[in-house]
């Protein structure tokens, strides 16, 4: 790879620039620039179909984009893969997992497949597995587990091998309370931390609770951004969204006869 | 508004127009598949319906209940070994609607009718009809036509029937040996058809056939199409009887057919059950890595791949399947024809089969290979790892074929020059098959039957293994030119040609799409995941 390992915007986790997909005839994204600072905790909000999953598929080297940039840590993914994808975890939304695995086994295989070295990955997994309550010695495999228990132990590959930059697709869908507080707790040890985490959701309960930083998607296109206090205002932030993506109201006349 | 079978054929063709749709590779598939279907049909059409043309009736009665046979038996191995089941109208999908299960079996019946396997079967056998008429005059060739519209509807149920059976024991953890042994029984029944027909045709004792084609005449197979004949010979008592037998026949497999169906409908939302193994106490990577396999990114990748082709069904079916052939071919080649050479060239067959069973490797995991594409697996260590995971199965397959092959034909001194063509025939396999799997994969649905196939798929999957033999033919003929020209001295030079020979090929596969995967990760995962 001739191209340098220089690292630019050092002070951005995750900088995307101009990033375009069109499906066909259909635009996904619609060329988007989003800088996200190091150590932030961001949420890209959106309705369905607004474009998140593709967005991020693009920044993490899952989908190639048909024109932009996207940094992570200053390692460009798409001509320096090899540097950017080590620095980051990524758990995907509608995706598989190897789900013909154990819990431990999965684990097992994303350590090594990230280089870690044999006995880390021991002492990690079993800790992950012990702290998400996935069960120690749990033999089960992934196909069998439970919705819930599925986003945990993908979150649990995510984090693994200790990336810079986690991100994460709708982790909360699915989710049990019990479960969802954990897994907040884990992400906010982990940003205190220096980590940084952007993740997706159409949760406002959890993303005012959580984020410092938010952005606002529809139809391929971020509508809105800044920190959580500069895009609420003194407003709620789905009274903000509802208004930035420009949803119906009900006006009782229609569904009459249900 | 009631449901009737014509709603079923219209998603049915809604499925299949909707596939094609912004797809040109699977357009030009399905061209393919066309003119192969034509081409069938026509050379169906004239091999039936020659003998009566020349006015033969004789040859007419031998070759029809025969040749109908085949064409059930057919529909009957192809979908398990080669194209799978086209499963774009999976019962599983229907299971909330409000249908009553003889609407259902009713509608997926006839939307099976409707399709170029069907239509390519019904016009080849419409050549019987053509005959009868020649033969016996209008009644004949109405009993014929019947008689070749009941066939179309036995070849049809018998070829759901089976597969949904099949998929339900394979799905069924527990029950997998026993499909083992069942599929292995009925692979096994090839075998005296096909010493029958290689007797036949070697000593074209037309008496000895005859018998054959008497007797065939009066299963289910070969009934529903000589029964034009049996008029055409004045034995029209043998028409309702025969036309009893192929309809009960036909009774039982819809039978049988619903009666699994209701099974795999349930599957799809209960499967399985959590499976309850011992917890344990060993560390991560030594539960994933076995001791022979080294604890980094090759092994964990191995190791992942061992445990996929036992612990997925889909790909236990296709390794059951080649390992049935594998052993069942040859030695029934062997023993049918009456020359004692050995069947070198069914070696080459088999170990290039081996290799086609990767054709679309990274389809079997689907949207799933994203985790390897955020690690950023190399592609050289990803397509070793692949092919060393399948090794572990195929390498011990590839050792007992020889040792059976060697031992039936009575030549163990030939043994290890058969292993070495085995090997290169193996080797060389992959070097075509690999840039094939990053190249041409396609998606396969998300479904627990194993022989399942999206729609177009099916083409997709035939067309790409018969390549691949083709491929390898082409590219072991040195060998087999080599093992002619040598003689005695090949008994010993084979074994280190051939290890050799495929070593090399496999080292230029390798090398050229190690590269090819590294450029085209994102593409490929996106045409595996793509949603059917």
Known sequence: ???????????????????????????????????????????????????????????????????????????????????????????????????????????????????????????????????????????????????????????????????RLLVLDEPFEAVDPVSAALIRDILHRYVAGGGTVVFSSHVMAVVERLCSHVAIMADGAIRVRGTLAEVRGDRSLEDVFVEVVGGRTATGSELAWL | MAVKAHHFVRLKLRLTANGLRGQSWRVVMFVLGALFGLFGAFTGYIIFCLPGLLEKQRAAEIVTPLGGALIVLSWLFVPLLLFGVDESLDPARFALLPLRRPTLIKGLLVASLVGLPALATFVATLGVVHAAARLGGPAAALTALAGVASGLLLCVAISRAVTSAFATALRSRRARDLATVLLAGTTALIGPLQIAALAGAQYADWGRFGVVADVVAWTPFGAPYSVGLDVAAGRAWAVPVKFVMVLATLGVLLWWWSATVEKAMLGAAGAGGARQRAASRRGAVAELVPRWLPANRFGALTAREVRYWWR??????????????????????????????????????????????????????????????????????????????????????????????????????????????LVAAFAVGLAIVLPVSVGAAYPLPDTVNPFAMSSGGGMAKGLLSIGALFGTALATAPLLLGSWLL??????????????????????????????????????????????
């Open chain 2, 312 to 421: 997925e069904t889909r790909r236990r079916a296709s390794l059951i399947t080649f390992f049935v052939i594998g052993v069942f071919l040859p030695v029934f080649v062997t023993l049918g024809s009456e020359s004692s050479t050995t069947p070198t060239g069914m070696l080459i067959f088999v170990g290039a089969l081996a290799a086609a069973t990767l054709a679309n490797q990274f389809g079997f995991e689907g949207s799933a290979y994203a985790a390897n594409v955020v690690a950023g697996v190399p592609g050289r260590v990803e397509l070793t790892s692949r092919v060393a995971g399948f090794t572990v199965y195929a390498g011990p397959a590839l050792v007992a074929i020889t040792l059976v092959v060697g031992g039936v034909t009575n030549r163990p001194q030939e043994i290890p020059a058969l292993f070495g063509t």
């Open chain 2, 487 to 532: 003689g005695d001295a090949w008994l010993w030079l084979g074994l280190p040609i051939g290890v050799g020979y495929g070593a090399a090929a496999f080292a230029i596969g390798l090398r050229l799409t190690g590269p090819m995967l590294d450029r085209r990760m994102p593409e490929l995962l996106a045409t595996v995941s793509a949603a059917q």
């Open chain 1, 1 to 163: 790879m001739t191209v340098p390992h220089q690292r630019t915007h050092p002070e951005s986790a995750l900088a995307l620039h101009g990033l375009v997909k069109r499906f066909e005839t259909k635009v996904a994204v619609a060329g988007i620039d989003l800088d996200v600072p190091a150590g932030s905790f961001f949420g890209l909000l959106g309705p369905n179909g607004a474009g998140k999953t593709t967005t991020l598929s693009m920044a993490v080297g899952l989908l190639r984009p048909d024109a932009g940039q996207a940094r992570v840590l200053g390692y460009d993914v798409w001509a320096d893969p090899i540097a950017a994808k080590a620095r980051i975890g990524v758990l995907p939304d509608g995706v598989r997992l190897f789900d013909r695995l154990t819990g431990t086994e999965l684990l097992a295989y994303h350590g090594l497949l990230r280089g870690m070295d044999a006995g880390d990955v021991d002492r990690r997994a079993a800790e992950l597995m012990d702290v998400l309550e996935l069960g120690t010695g749990n033999r089960t495999l992934v196909v069998d587990y439970s919705a819930g228990m599925k986003k945990k132990i993908g979150l649990a590959c995510a984090l693994l091998h200790a990336p």
